[in-house]
């Protein structure tokens, strides 16, 4: 039965935020913070705060706020970044190759445990610490290791075959740049999505709008 089931995944898309800006006041030796400052902070409103937070409890008291270390501590706890889960990354090429070795995967709950690529010239290569496996050897490896995610940096071509052979595998988390979709094919699969390009494509329609009066800026 998951935890906090109901809460809308608008509201868990926040809480990263939240905990970045707390960690920064943490940084900062701010201890306590109100609703209120930490809106104006944040450009949200306290009421939108409140009610994010509400859907695990509240965390403030009247009166005196919030408590910045305890509420970093306690949405750390919501997101599970205390709990060291295992991923595994597929595709050694410029990004997964990028994101191998620049992501603080600890910081963020996670522990890279495996590489795999199924090209012979990438295999053996050193990133980060890990040999870059063959990946006909997936399944012993999620058989012995059991990691419990995946990201996915391989062609979209190659998406589907390689998430079929990964949810046998016992593996049914992804964090998928492949441009393959994922949560209409596997409909028991926890897909995270990252297109650089949409959020390129939405800067691109911000920059259309702020020049779309005509005026020399
Ligand atoms: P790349 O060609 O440099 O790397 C792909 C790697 O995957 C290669 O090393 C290749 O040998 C390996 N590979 C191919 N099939 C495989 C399989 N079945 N099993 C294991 N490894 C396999 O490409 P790049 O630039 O790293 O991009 C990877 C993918 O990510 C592409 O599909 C690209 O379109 C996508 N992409 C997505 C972004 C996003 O924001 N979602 C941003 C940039 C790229």
Redesign the pocket.
């Known amino acids: 039965m998951p935890k906090h089931e109901g809460v809308s995944l608008s509201v868990i898309k926040r809480l990263p935020r939240y905990y970045r800006f707390l960690g920064d006041l943490l940084e900062k030796g701010v201890t306590r913070i109100s609703s209120r400052e930490l809106a104006q902070l944040m450009r949200l409103t306290a009421s939108q705060i409140r009610q994010d937070l509400n859907c695990f409890g509240g965390f403030g008291q009247q009166g005196y706020g919030y408590n910045v270390a305890a509420l970093h501590k306690e949405i750390g706890n919501i997101l599970g970044l205390n709990n060291n889960y295992t991923i595994i990354l597929?595709?050694?090429?410029?990004?997964?190759r990028a994101i191998a070795k620049h992501m603080d995967f600890e910081a963020r709950g996670l522990h890279l445990i495996g590489i795999?690529?199924?090209?012979p010239t990438?295999v053996g290569q050193q990133i980060k610490g890990l040999t870059v496996a063959n990946?006909t050897y997936l399944e012993d490896f999620c058989r012995e290791r059991k990691p419990k995610a995946a990201i996915l940096?391989?062609?979209?071509e190659?998406a589907h075959?390689?998430v079929e052979r990964l949810m046998s595998a016992g593996v049914k988390c992804f964090w998928n740049?492949?441009?393959y979709d994922l949560s209409l094919a596997f409909e028991d699969a926890v897909v995270e999505n990252?297109?650089?390009?949409d959020s390129l494509m939405t800067l691109c329609y911000q920059i259309n709008e702020y020049y779309s009066d005509g005026e020399e800026k």
């Open positions: 597929l595709g050694a090429g410029n990004l997964g795999f690529d199924n090209n990438v990946s940096c391989i062609p979209k190659a075959e390689t740049f492949s441009h990252v297109h650089l390009g």
